[in-house]
């Protein structure tokens, strides 16, 4: 049977690792990340599931033979939720508990590394899947110059072989829904339909470092004027080309030398942009290359763009939906819908290998990435539920 209070204290649990004021700071591979995914190791053990970190520090707690895999992510934004990836881990193990305790069905389950992107993003699941090479991955340096090949060297001699995705028949993640959609409607857990594709740069504008007091602004070479008149054409011309859905962030923001009394001679800055629609990303990426140009001749500034870095947009399975609509009108009749999801997921890189998909429980206020982020006992425990249900475990 499906144990709340043990799935609920194991939740808090986890949340103590990194736990700052209502929020948690876990990146990957950080002191408080290695202490949870050990701790989350000894609690796959204790259910009875054979534990395996591959040499990302992807943790499986593996049940014999072909087995469905359920599970999230561990790891966290610099300063993140409580929830987030963290949902998914712990209520994979409460069904594996479960599923063990009834004689099946087998079970496994996996906390993927640095989907929060510490070096780029949905990392662990990235390589495990073939989406990128170790090599490559490893190449990737966090904002303090600290490379994936430097940080994974933590996790010492807990790596072990590769886990074989080829075990697994399929992969059902639970997540918080990071958005204001099922809070605002009142409803319990939303099944995912698609989850939208993302492009993410490092862009750098340079211009001319200097006085702040004697440089005439029509003598200026300033590189955070440039960004500034980057940002609001790009507002402006995006328009021809998006839809509601769309949406495009400058989240990172490096200006240099970053002092009061200077002309910033160099700025860099992440440009992130997603959509539902392969095709439109592209058009999205035009008009922002372009934009990019013609400001940075305009303004006499050197421009430098960085490795798009991405993923597609990726529809969820079919027989698995089922499964989870049936699941979902078991728990909670009439307060479920079928959305798509604007957050990305590991699931997105596990689509290529298996089938897929994804149930959500609201987020109050539809805050997320916040130390605000926080979802009702009673929503969490219907998701566990659903999840159980869909999965073929008694709740
Ligand atoms: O950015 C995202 O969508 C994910 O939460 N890392
Ligand atoms: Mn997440
Ligand atoms: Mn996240």
Redesign the pocket.
């Known amino acids: 049977m499906i144990d709340a209070s043990r799935f609920l204290a194991d939740l808090h649990q986890l949340r103590s690792f990194g736990a700052t004021g209502t929020g948690v700071v876990r990146p990957a591979f950080s002191p408080p990340d290695i202490l949870a995914r050990d701790w989350l190791a000894a609690r796959m053990q204790d259910a009875g599931l054979s534990v395996q970190f591959d040499a990302m520090g992807n943790l499986f707690g593996l049940a014999e033979g072909k087995s469905l895999l359920l599970g999230s992510h561990s790891d966290t934004?610099p300063t993140g939720g409580w929830l987030?990836?963290a949902l998914g881990v712990i209520a994979a193990l409460e069904v594996a508990r479960a599923a063990r305790a009834a004689g099946g069905p087998a079970i496994s389950v996996v906390s993927f590394q640095d989907?929060?992107?510490r070096f780029g993003?949905?990392t662990g699941s990235a390589v495990w899947t073939e989406m990128m090479t170790v090599a490559e991955a490893d190449a990737v340096a966090d904002t303090d110059g600290v490379t994936l090949a430097e940080a994974r060297q933590v996790l010492g001699d807990r790596v072990g072989p590769d886990v074989d995705p080829a075990r697994f028949t399929g992969f059902i993640e639970l997540h918080i829904e990071?958005g204001p959609t099922l809070d605002a409607a009142g409803e319990q857990i939303g099944l995912v339909t698609d989850i939208v594709g993302?492009r993410e740069m490092m862009v750098t504008f340079s211009g001319q470092q200097n006085h702040a007091g004697t440089t005439p602004m029509a003598l200026r070479r300033d590189a955070f004027q440039g960004l500034s008149a980057f940002n609001s054409r790009l507002n402006d011309r995006l328009r021809n080309v998006v839809t509601p859905q769309s949406v495009w962030t400058i989240g990172h923001v490096q200006v240099a030398p970053n002092a009061a009394s200077i002309v910033p001679g160099q700025v860099r800055f992440s440009m992130q942009w997603?959509d539902g629609s392969a095709d439109r990303l592209g058009r999205m990426e035009a008009v922002i290359t372009e934009t990019l140009a013609e400001v940075a001749a305009e303004m006499g500034l050197g421009l430098d763009q960085g490795a798009v870095l991405g993923l597609e947009p990726v529809a969820m399975d079919p027989t698995l939906r089922t499964r989870l609509e049936a699941a979902a009108e078991a728990v909670a009749p009439g307060r479920w819908r079928s959305m798509q999801?604007?957050?990305?997921?590991d699931a997105t890189n596990v689509a290529r290998l298996m089938p897929v998909a994804m149930l959500f429980v609201p987020s109050i206020g539809g805050i997320?990435?916040a130390f605000e982020e926080d979802t009702a006992e009673v929503d969490l425990v219907a998701g566990l539920q659903v999840l159980a249900h869909a999965a073929g475990v008694h709740t």
């Open positions: 934004q987030d990836g989907e929060e992107g993003g949905t990071q993302y997603r999801s604007g957050a990305l997921h997320s990435h």
